[in-house]
């Protein structure tokens, strides 16, 4: 079974810092592509970054140079590192895992970014 556990969310300052982490269990890492999502109030779920299985990662516009996506394999966990927050990164976060059989969603996590 299929399980994936974001945490790391909270409040923090325009200008702040969060690590979210997705802890996963049931997959390999190296048979998915691990991806961060967020939803805003009244808007379309968005990728944020992704991350393959091969390593390479990519990110949205309005967050390269300051998100990070990483995967600790060992601990069956991929991280973002979201540096210089802006009201406007302001979500509910969602991990995803995707394979050629179809997505698996985590519950999402909260970010709010105050001005």
């Known amino acids: 079974q299929v399980q994936l556990v974001e945490s790391g969310g909270g409040l923090v300052q325009s200008g702040g810092s969060l690590r979210l982490s997705c802890k996963a269990s049931?997959?390999?890492?190296?048979?998915?592509?691990m991806g961060w999502y967020r939803q805003a109030p009244g808007k379309q779920r968005e990728l944020v970054a992704t991350?393959?299985?091969?390593?390479?990662?990519d990110y949205t516009r309005s967050v390269k140079g300051r998100f990070t996506i990483s995967r600790d394999i060992p601990k069956n966990t991929v991280y973002l590192q979201m540096n210089n927050l802006q009201p406007e990164d302001t979500g509910l976060y969602f991990c995803?895992?995707?394979?050629?059989?179809?997505?698996?969603w985590g519950q999402g996590t909260q970010v709010t970014v105050s001005s």
């Open positions: 995803n895992a995707h394979n050629r059989v179809g997505d698996r």
């Open positions: 991350l393959a299985p091969g390593g390479e990662t």
């Open positions: 049931g997959i390999f890492f190296g048979l998915y592509t």
